[in-house]
């Protein structure tokens, strides 16, 4: 396709499947099956494709519900015993989440849960603030207009940019994009767009920390690659979506339901030790309490879940594989407070906003603005419910450091909450997000591997098309699906992806 043609390109890219046709389900004679390990996102959509396929699924997750990263769970205040539903942290419903949206159409298919943002604001020190809102959704379009009317950057400091270095963010193409930048670090990219410090602070480093990976330790081409899935190659804008309830009630308790009534046999409390061979074609899947023989198995875990059952399961037996699956690694730890104050937050305030320059502080979120739940509090208490973030936080601060950074970041930003008493709090430090260090990408593992019936699924794998964080592990699991099935000639679910080429793509 030729750059006019993209430049004017409306919409999302149909990247799969190979088989578009074919059977609706497997024949009921053919007896398939399939294990599923994880019921986080990658888990709950390949047991979802598999099980609407006729495929005979089984769902092993090791926590009591599902959800995996994305999860929540029940939890009540000291303050007046009343219960609330906790989660790991804000998540953000973008609009170019595709896979992950068709996933979740199969609970409630006008996905009224999410509600819309109408911005998506970046606070930083002395009043600075960037507005994502009103963009062009086309590039180049979107990155002028931003230039333009941005209040970090004079035209003099424009002119200074490194216009060919910039113009890279326009060009991303995945074997180009990787083979060029692959080996250089997202800092090392950054520095060398010679953006003022301002303006980089506040239009960049938001961006870039919301991956979870520390910039100094982060692939240029994996940030370049983000830069075009969410900004630059998105058809559908920067603003998101957000759910109206905490995740158990609005996604998760619904798919245990939907998962039932597809005929899925989920097992909870049940940690898989290692993988086994029974028989040429099928494989047995060991836990604590029993085994489980599947033609086929979809490991969708963590990283070192997955490094764990790998070491433990002699059946796996690839060298080369093996070695590529212990290199992988986890980022550094994100952290999440979040606050019941006895006072609310100064009206107009934004659900969500991005911050920058104020330490640790990578966003605040008012729940009580977001979900009803919350809202519902604030209401009767005349209080706010915040939720602060922190992402690749140092390994050397203890909680007590993280927390006292948060609040002083909030203090600094949102000033009406210094006087407000803590009625409440709960603080999370979680390590288990991947890394995606510079020169990882030719040895990060696919979804296929080595092995007939093994597959991965998860944030972690590597794609063929442009993904990322929740949108990445809903892929993944349909990928693996798709796998599975097409044995059988059934026909796979179909993926779509934001353009998979820059628009300068080829260019340079």
């Known amino acids: 396709m030729n750059r006019l043609a993209r430049l004017f390109r409306a919409g999302p890219e149909r990247v799969e499947p190979a088989r578009p046709h074919g059977l609706d389900r497997v024949p009921p004679d053919a007896g398939a099956t399939a294990c599923v390990v994880g019921g986080g996102i990658a888990g709950v959509a390949a047991a979802t494709v598999l099980a609407e396929r006729g495929v005979g699924v089984t769902l092993l997750e090791r926590d009591s519900a599902l959800g995996g990263r994305a999860g929540a769970w029940s939890d009540s205040l000291a303050v007046d015993g009343e219960a609330f539903e906790m989660e790991r942290g804000f998540h953000a419903f973008f609009r170019q989440y595709y896979n992950l949206r068709a996933l979740l159409r199969r609970i409630d298919p006008a996905l009224s849960f999410l509600a819309p943002l109408e911005d998506y604001p970046v606070l930083g020190p002395d009043g600075a603030v960037e507005s994502f809102s009103g963009l062009p959704r086309r590039a180049p379009f979107n990155v002028a207009t931003l230039a333009l009317r941005t209040r970090s950057l004079t035209l003099r400091e424009l002119a200074r940019v490194n216009a060919r270095s910039a113009a890279r963010m326009l060009a991303y193409d995945e074997a180009r994009t990787y083979a060029r930048y692959d080996t250089m670090t997202a800092r090392a990219y950054l520095s060398s767009l010679r953006f003022p410090d301002r303006a980089r602070r506040m239009l960049f480093d938001v961006f870039s920390h919301s991956f979870f990976n520390p910039e100094e330790d982060m692939s240029a081409a994996e940030l370049l690659m983000m830069f075009h899935f969410y900004f630059l190659g998105n058809p559908e804008g920067l603003i998101f979506d957000v759910a109206r309830e905490p995740f158990s009630t609005?996604?998760?308790?619904?798919?245990?339901?939907?998962?039932?009534?597809?005929g899925v046999r989920t097992r909870f409390a049940a940690e898989v030790s290692h993988l086994e061979r029974a028989g040429?074609?099928?494989?047995?899947?060991v836990t604590a309490t029993g085994a489980i023989e599947a033609d086929a198995v979809v490991l969708a875990v963590t990283v070192p879940a997955l490094r764990q059952i790998v070491a433990r399961s002699a059946a796996l037996d690839d060298a080369s594989w093996r070695r590529d699956i212990d290199a992988l690694r986890v980022t550094l730890p994100f952290a999440v407070l979040r606050l019941w104050l006895d006072r609310p937050t100064r009206q107009g305030r934004a659900p969500f906003a991005g911050t920058a320059g104020v330490g640790l502080l990578d966003n605040i979120s008012l729940y009580h603005l977001l979900e009803g739940e919350s809202r519902a509090w604030a209401a009767r208490t005349r209080?706010?419910?915040?939720?602060?973030?922190?992402?690749?936080?140092?390994?050397?601060?203890?909680?007590?450091?993280?927390?006292?950074?948060?609040?002083?970041g909030l203090y600094a930003l949102y000033e009406e909450t210094r006087s407000a008493r803590v009625l409440e709090?709960?603080?999370?430090?979680?390590?288990?997000?991947p890394a995606f260090e510079p020169g990882s990408h030719a040895r990060r593992p696919r979804v296929e591997t080595p092995f007939s019936g093994i597959f991965l699924a998860g944030d972690f794998v590597r794609l063929s098309f442009p993904t990322a964080l929740m949108e990445r592990a809903a892929a993944s699991g349909m990928r693996a699906a798709n796998n599975v099935v097409s044995a059988w000639a059934v026909r796979e679910e179909v993926l779509w992806s934001v353009p998979t080429r820059g628009l300068f793509a080829g260019a340079f």
């Open 280 to 285: 040429d074609k099928r494989w047995r899947v």
């Open 383 to 408: 209080g706010a419910v915040v939720e602060l973030h922190a992402y690749a936080v140092p390994e050397d601060l203890d909680e007590d450091a993280i927390a006292r950074d948060l609040i002083a």
């Open 425 to 433: 709090r709960r603080f999370l430090l979680r390590r288990d997000c």
């Open 250 to 262: 609005a996604i998760w308790r619904p798919f245990a339901r939907k998962l039932d009534e597809l």
